[in-house]
């Protein structure tokens, strides 16, 4: 029996695809969090604590990173060690709020598309994007999530709260990668996270973009393994 449970919590219009080529080679595939049926990331939170008993280990992307500091606010006692993907611990400015609160209105109102080709540059590098498989799995995710799991997913992490002090008393390992070329999450929050955090790896990786797992498996599987045997 393992001595912890991973539990990956995909980010916003993910499912567990995003992490299904790590949790196909690492020896503990874990859990998958539900992202899909609450509107707050303290409801998440509470919900994935609830997936097991014993210890855990989130593997949060983006606003599953969100997802994973808030366990381990709540249940520090639970939490054997984190990996913070392409995340942040502070909050959106004021301008990304309202961009959030903008999607949400027109999802709201005009229908939803999900995420349009025109915005993968947001998600993934130049180079990825002429991969059409990487691409269909995105707009897939996006389109199985679907409008209300949107609605909910973006309200969650306009009211989520400041995890800084949070990382700071953190004292069990954590892995804080992201990419470097990341536009939603750009490397200085990542850096900025790990400057705070007692006992954090940190990995930046060269022509990277926002889904890590999705454009690097292999490295961001290599870095769960590696967190994993230090927690073990």
């Known amino acids: 029996m393992p001595p912890f449970t991973p539990i990956f919590i995909p980010g916003l219009l993910c499912t567990e695809l995003l992490f299904a080529k790590q949790r196909a080679t690492l020896s503990n595939a874990g859990l998958i969090g539900d992202t899909r049926q609450h509107d707050s990331i303290n409801e998440m939170a509470r919900t994935a604590l609830d997936q097991c008993s014993g210890a855990l280990v989130p593997v949060g992307l983006s606003m599953g990173g969100y997802v994973a500091l808030e366990m381990a606010r709540l249940a520090p006692e639970r939490i054997a060690g984190m990996a913070l993907l392409s995340t942040n611990a502070g909050l959106d400015s004021d ?28 998600l993934i590098s130049k180079t990825a994007r002429v ?61 900025e996270m790990a400057d705070l955090t007692p006992d954090a790896t940190l990995k930046l990786l060269d022509g990277i973009g926002h889904l890590s797992s999705l454009e690097a498996p292999e490295a961001v599987t290599t870095a769960l393994h590696d967190l994993f045997y230090r927690i073990e």
């Not at 996006?142 to 973006?154: E, T």
């Not at 992490?157 to 069990?172: E, H, M, P, V």
Request: aromatic share 4%; with cysteine; charged share 25%.
């Open 95 to 122: 301008e990304r709020a309202n961009e959030r609160r903008q999607a949400i209105k027109l999802a709201t109102q005009k229908g939803f598309k999900g995420i349009t080709r025109s915005l993968l540059s947001q």
């Open 131 to 191: 991969d059409e498989v990487l691409v269909d799995n995105i707009l897939s995710m996006a389109s199985d999530i679907g409008r209300l799991g949107f609605v909910r997913q973006q309200t969650a992490i306009l009211g989520r709260r400041d995890q800084k002090d949070t990382l700071a008393g953190f004292n069990k390992p954590v892995l804080v990668l992201c990419g470097k070329l990341d536009i939603l999450t750009p490397p200085k929050l990542s850096t």
